[in-house]
């Protein structure tokens, strides 16, 4: 991938705009359903030298994932699909062994995606595992496909406010993602106690000034990854078709009047 610093210095300033004035506190994306390798990994990191970056791996037990994300700097690194008290232990234990291996550090989270990983959370909230991550994910998307529901269903959204209650007592920072869209992120923000909100690539602060304007906030959030795929394209113009693709997937969660925004 060739750099255009540029490019760079532009979503670098539009980052941080973002953070003052949208409640934008991270940046997020993944090897896995994110499907970005470790040079586009190490891009974003490059684009926000100052904030926290957090990157899904492709699985609990990817230890290439780990020690190629520690050696560009990762801030946090999130387990998906942990399912069991076996999958939690793993992540950790094989995190844990490479963080002292490498002498490079981050701090571990875990997503719950699916109706067996909310079965088995009380049994995983009681592991030393557990009292290790530092954040839990709901990943709603993939949480609704298992339940056979659509990801706004009431089923759903009662399901995660319950676990989001739960993991509050265990005094974890929780985020909620999946299908967040400027069509119901506002009643999200109103009904979900969770600290943050992510998107794929943006996480947000769900404090009393997001909600207070939570549609204007996302969407300003998600403006931002369209530009990040524009300019991934122009710098690695091999994956062009999955950044448009994927800028396509976004006009269906935003307003559709995009020009006005311009």
Known sequence: MRRNLTLIRELRSRFVTLT????????????????????????????????SLTVKIGGPEARRDMREC?????????????????????????????????GKFARLAMNLETATALHQLDAM?????????????????????????????????????????????????????GGLSVHNISVMSEVLPANRFNTRHIVFDNN??????ASVNLSEGLYFEQALYEALAEMNPIRTSFYKERNRQLEERLPRLKAAHK
Do not use: H
Request: charged share 25%; hydrophobic share 45%.
């Open 208 to 213: 009393e000034q997001f909600a207070q304007n």
């Open 125 to 177: 909230i009681a592991t030393k595992a557990f009292a290790s991550l530092s954040q839990v994910t709901i990943g709603r998307g993939d949480l609704s496909k298992s339940m056979n529901l659509c990801v706004d269903d009431e089923e759903v959204l009662t399901l995660t406010r319950n676990v989001l209650i739960k993991l509050a007592r265990q005094n974890k920072l929780t985020s909620v993602g």
């Open 20 to 51: 003052q004035e949208n409640n934008v506190v991270a940046l997020k994306t993944g090897t896995e359903v994110e499907d970005m390798d470790i040079d586009e990994i190490a891009l974003l990191r490059e684009i926000i030298p100052d904030f």
């Open 70 to 102: 520690l050696s560009v700097g990762v801030n946090v690194l999130l387990a998906p699909m942990v399912e069991s008290v076996y999958s939690l232990i793993n992540f950790v234990e094989t995190a844990e062994s490479i963080m002292r291996e490498t």
